[in-house]
């Protein structure tokens, strides 16, 4: 199916694998929390709408409480690729769990905007130990011989579950969050049972134990050109996703004078859907196609979405919402798979770390601009300023991806 790079069979052993060398369907399994957590990450999407006119709050105020789930993110990534690098996978990734769990609580009980700003703080947290350490467990059950693998299912898991979340939520509306709740309790069944190295998860190699346990995560020496190339990729196509999770409601609202969570769901789960669909079709080229690919649909993503906004064309919403989805997906799966080739097993979860620290800052500081920039000159304005500076930056990234090291072409093997 993945062909001899990606090698695998469901369900078959082959030398080189993970821990003691698992089958494959325990690559697969590994991916189930990232996916879970991911779920819950824009499950709330759909209900913005609803609680803003319960509650009560501006455009900005929906895109500080979006915001504060990049700074739950951001702040967790300072620690959880490093402490899981040099203590285990499970230690962090069991308690990001619990405090999933926890979000959920708060969620189905919300009736205040510091309700929302707690339960989206908790779920930044858990999703920022998930990126690192969850995706880094994938990469360790799999083992040096599907690390290509590896990097595909975990991206895939992540894109997927944040489509998934929306959608559910649209049908199920705060009912989510129960059966949310379930799929995380499922999640920590598998992290319990991942068979990972050691008995507290740890990789296969020692970690550094040199250094601050609280840093900006970075990449080992040699590392940086690749960490690079997929950053400029993979922060313009997020940050266009987290445009239209944030907002996207809004500009249905007053594209189609609807204020349906199904509406917003099923835009939300599509766009991710592409996403997934697109890493699938992209995985055999070589990465620097692959990221070169994610930049220019990104730019043509927000390309539509200036279009769509100035002549109030949902159709034409619909195209940037998938367009960006597929920009975030290929940008994604190609700066994991570089680091995947690049960086040791001992600094991975650091190095995942690093990479979503590069795409979730733009993506918590732009569309918090543009909410705010909404408020004051109107929707179609803010989102046209949006759409060109993020325009500018998937152009930038297609550059350095066009200049980037050589070394990207050898590491293909």
């Known amino acids: 199916m993945f062909g001899s790079r990606a090698g695998v069979v469901p369900g078959v052993r082959e030398a080189g694998g993970g821990a003691g060398g698992v089958a494959t369907r325990w690559v697969w399994t590994a991916a189930w929390p990232v996916t879970a957590v991911f779920v819950l990450s824009n499950a709330a999407t759909p209900l913005y709408v609803r609680w803003q006119r319960e509650i009560g709050f501006s455009k900005g105020t929906l895109t500080v409480i979006f915001a504060c789930y990049i700074v739950g993110l951001l702040g967790s990534l300072l620690v959880s690729g490093v402490v ?49 350490a969850g995706m880094a467990a994938v990469t360790d059950v799999a083992g040096p011989g599907r ?25 199920l509306g705060e009912g989510v969050f129960a059966l949310e709740a379930v799929l995380l309790v499922a999640a920590v069944l598998v992290v319990v049972r991942m068979p990972l190295g050691g008995s507290s998860g740890a990789s296969a190699q020692a970690a550094p134990t040199s250094g601050a346990w609280v840093r900006i995560p970075g990449v080992p020496r040699g590392s940086g050109g690749e960490l690079l190339m997929g950053i400029a990729v993979f922060a313009p196509g997020i940050t266009a996703t987290s445009f239209v999770l944030s907002l996207g409601p809004s500009l249905l609202s007053g594209l189609l004078d609807t204020t349906s969570p199904v509406v917003a769901g099923a835009m939300a789960f599509v766009m991710f859907l592409t996403a997934t669909g697109a890493q699938f079709v992209v995985q055999r080229l070589d990465r620097r196609t692959i990221l070169l690919a994610g930049a220019v649909s990104t730019t043509l993503g927000m390309g539509a979405l200036i279009a769509a906004v100035r002549a109030s064309s949902v159709p034409l919403l619909v195209a940037a919402a998938l367009l960006a989805g597929a920009g975030q997906g290929m940008g994604q799966l190609g700066g994991l798979s570089l680091l995947n080739s690049s960086v040791p097993p001992s600094r991975l979860a650091e190095a995942n770390a690093a990479f979503n620290v590069g795409g979730y800052v733009p993506a918590g500081v732009l569309p918090v601009t543009a909410g705010y920039l909404s408020d004051a000159v109107g929707l179609t304005a803010g989102a046209t300023v949006f759409g060109a500076v993020l325009m500018a930056l998937a152009l930038v990234g297609g550059l350095v991806v066009r200049t980037g090291p050589s070394a990207v072409e050898r590491k293909e093997a």
């Open 84 to 132: 899981s690098d040099r203590v285990g996978r499970k230690p962090v990734l069991l308690p990001a769990l619990g405090l999933a769990l926890a979000a959920c609580a708060i969620f189905a009980s919300a009736s205040s905007v510091a309700a929302l700003i707690v339960a989206r703080l908790f779920s930044g947290v858990a999703v920022g130990a998930v990126v690192s």
């Open 147 to 171: 690390r290509r693998l590896a990097a595909l299912l975990a991206s895939c898991a992540m894109v997927f579950g944040a489509g998934l979340g929306p959608l559910l939520a649209g049908v």
